[in-house]
């Protein structure tokens, strides 16, 4: 393994990380809520009444960010070693853990955690074994 280092970039990774954080504080602050995107989608697809507006915005922030971002800057290229598939199932992997563990890696991640949650602190050391796990078992056996 070798690092990259031309893309080593950990200002654009730490102002990344604080927004993300920022963005996770405000909407716990301000409206109760999780900063947990499968269950903001969820509750968009299960709507309530009164419960529309904040996860539409939220949903639409993450879509309008990175396009107002490649207005001002250079989007890097996309690569994914993988084929149709392969995304398929991981997705499905993906949603399925997603629903079983109650969350996902935003939810658990970083509300979780940064709340001392032991439920999400758990959830979060599953994900990332499975994940180790995964990329061992899909690069090298």
Known sequence: MSIDWNAFTPLAALTGGLLIGLAAALLIIFNGRIAGISG??????KPHTGDIAWRFAFIAGLIAAPVIYAMVFTLPAVSI????????????LVGLGTRYGSGCTSGHGVCGISRLSPRSMIATLIFM???????????HI
């Open 129 to 139: 074994a499975a994940g180790f796990m995964m990329v061992y078992l899909v690069r």
């Open 81 to 92: 070693e993988a084929d149709t598939l392969t995304l398929i199932i991981a997705g499905l």
């Open 40 to 45: 903001i989608l969820g509750g968009l697809l």
